[in-house]
């Protein structure tokens, strides 16, 4: 039974092999259509990589262009920018030396018109003074012709007291002495019409 077994599993039976070369076989197909389409994504990655490589060229070279543009375009700018530059300095320069022409001209004619002002102000004080100063020389005259009419006038005023008082005095003197014959006649009188009453 034993020497059975052992045979048993030593040889076995010929479906079991037919079925392992079926496997085999297939796993063999597998491999070759493994191996075609591993050729075949080689060749896709061939493929892939010569694109990559042109787009990679492709790049570089669009890349190069477009430094070379942009070099070119700065360049350009850079010149472009210096001529403004230049030409604004010169502008600048033309409009500073005109605004400085305008600045001395302009100080000029205001220095002439301060000092025709200056001229003019001085002239009209000199004129003022002068009419001041005869003013002043009229005002004197007619205060010394002022000053001779208020002296006659105080003298005449002062003859005129004196003619006054005197008359006064006189017209005094009559009044009394008038008075005084009057007191004296009516004394006489008085004194006779006495003698004449006290005769028996």
Known sequence: ??????????????????GLEITVNH????VTGLKADVKRLDTK???????????????????????????????TLR?????????????MRDLIAAL???TRDSIAALRVETKE????????????????TAAIGAIRIEMGALRVETKDSI??????????????????????????STLIAAAGVAFTMAKFFATP
């Open 100 to 102: 400085r022409v305008e």
């Open 79 to 91: 010149g472009e920018m210096k001529d403004s530059i230049a030409t604004l300095r010169a502008e």
């Open 155 to 180: 003298a005449a005023l002062r003859v005129d007291m004196k003619d006054s008082f005197a008359k006064f005095r006189s017209s005094q003197a009559s009044h009394f002495a008038w008075a005084i």
């Open 117 to 132: 002002s200056i001229a003019s102000v001085r002239s009209e004080v000199a004129e003022l003074r002068t009419d001041m």
């Open 27 to 30: 796993i063999q197909e597998d």
């Open 45 to 75: 990655i061939d493929a892939v990589g010569n694109s990559l490589t042109e787009h990679r060229l492709e790049t570089g070279k669009a890349f190069g262009k477009l430094r070379d543009e942009m070099t070119n375009a700065v360049a």
């Open 1 to 18: 039974m034993a020497a059975t077994a052992r045979k048993f599993e030593m040889e076995p039976p010929m479906h079991a092999q037919t």
